[in-house]
């Protein structure tokens, strides 16, 4: 493994995701970027996508050992732990005639949300900060975080555009909102020691269908979705020294859909 150690490393949760890749991509050319994601995911990238130039490691952001010793692994490997960011999540697609209301929800279906959206993005950050800590400080931060939370996080979901009685169940949006509440933990907890920001992005076009993309470009108000490497830029910005002064923040890119 040929590892350029001046290169800063930056970790990506849920990394073979729809924004995990595009975020990894375009990450690539200036860190060292190391995917983290299932194993399932992992082994079906090194069978079919070997496009993209970066490291691939399986690891259950569940299962607190397993991202210890992941963590660790990286650090002994690349020398330094620099960029965190948590991408990982479930949101399963709207699905024609399933119909569950919030008082019916079920409890394993919320826990499951929660443990990989939030839970996970927990102890992720937790492990992470650990060896940022340990890294030299001279001027500026010794790490960043960087939280991906959702439009659904700051608005409600509009249970209108969706059809044929689907309705969007609560842990996702909640999930989301307590990523922003973490993201203000971690900033004011470490100050200026660690960067914590976050992105919300709104809705991203992947193969949903033509009523579902009528329904919801109709609230967004520059009428459209966003494109799936629309937030390659943005993503560069949190993790540069030119969005520093961040600190604690949330970075909304809806298309305009959460002023309303």
Same mark, same amino acid.
């Given at each position: 493994?040929?590892?350029? +150690?001046?290169?800063?490393?930056?970790?990506?949760?849920?990394?073979?995701?729809?924004?995990?890749?595009?975020?990894?991509?375009?990450?690539?050319?200036? #860190?060292?970027? @190391?995917?983290?994601?299932?194993?399932?995911?992992?082994?079906?990238?090194?069978?079919?996508?070997?496009? #993209?130039?970066?490291? @691939?490691?399986?690891?259950?952001?569940?299962?607190?050992?397993?991202?210890?010793? @992941?963590?660790?692994?990286?650090?002994?490997?690349?020398?330094?732990?620099?960029?965190?960011?948590?991408?990982?999540?479930?949101?399963?697609?709207?699905?024609?005639?399933?119909?569950?209301?919030?008082?019916?929800?079920?409890?394993?279906?919320?826990?499951?949300?929660?443990?990989?959206?939030?839970?996970?993005?927990?102890?992720?950050?937790?492990? @992470?900060? +650990?060896?940022?800590? /340990?890294?030299?400080?001279?001027?500026?931060?010794?790490?960043?975080?960087?939280?991906?939370?959702?439009?659904?996080?700051?608005?409600?979901?509009?249970?209108?555009?969706?059809?044929?009685?689907?309705? /969007?169940?609560?842990? #996702?949006?909640?999930?989301?909102?307590?990523?922003?509440?973490?993201?203000?933990?971690?900033?004011?907890?470490?100050?200026?020691?660690?960067?914590?920001?976050?992105?919300?992005?709104?809705?991203?076009?992947?193969?949903?269908?033509?009523?579902?993309? /009528?329904?919801?470009?109709?609230?967004?108000?520059?009428?459209? =979705?966003?494109?799936?490497?629309?937030?390659?830029?943005?993503?560069?910005?949190?993790?540069?020294?030119?969005?520093?002064? =961040?600190?604690?923040?949330?970075?909304?890119?809806?298309?305009?859909?959460?002023?309303?």
């Amino acid at each position: 493994m040929n590892i350029n +150690k001046e290169l800063k490393t930056v970790i990506i949760s849920g990394g073979l995701g729809l924004l995990g890749k595009q975020f990894a991509g375009t990450l690539r050319s200036d #860190y060292n970027v @190391v995917v983290l994601d299932m194993e399932d995911k992992v082994n079906d990238y090194f069978a079919i996508d070997i496009v #993209y130039n970066f490291y @691939v490691l399986s690891c259950d952001i569940t299962n607190e050992e397993c991202v210890k010793t @992941v963590i660790s692994y990286i650090y002994e490997k690349w020398g330094s732990i620099d960029i965190l960011i948590n991408c990982a999540a479930l949101n399963p697609p709207p699905k024609c005639n399933v119909f569950e209301t919030f008082e019916n929800y079920s409890l394993e279906k919320w826990k499951k949300t929660l443990d990989v959206n939030l839970t996970g993005s927990f102890v992720m950050t937790r492990e @992470v900060i +650990k060896y940022m800590l /340990k890294g030299s400080y001279k001027a500026g931060f010794r790490g960043t975080i960087i939280n991906i939370a959702s439009d659904l996080g700051i608005n409600a979901p509009d249970q209108d555009i969706y059809e044929d009685g689907y309705i /969007k169940p609560p842990d #996702y949006g909640v999930s989301k909102a307590g990523l922003i509440g973490l993201t203000k933990y971690i900033a004011s907890y470490y100050g200026a020691i660690i960067k914590s920001v976050c992105l919300a992005p709104g809705g991203v076009y992947n193969g949903q269908s033509e009523q579902f993309v /009528k329904n919801l470009t109709s609230r967004i108000p520059i009428g459209r =979705m966003a494109t799936v490497d629309e937030y390659n830029g943005i993503i560069k910005f949190l993790c540069s020294s030119d969005s520093d002064y =961040m600190q604690g923040q949330t970075l909304v890119a809806d298309g305009g859909r959460s002023i309303i």
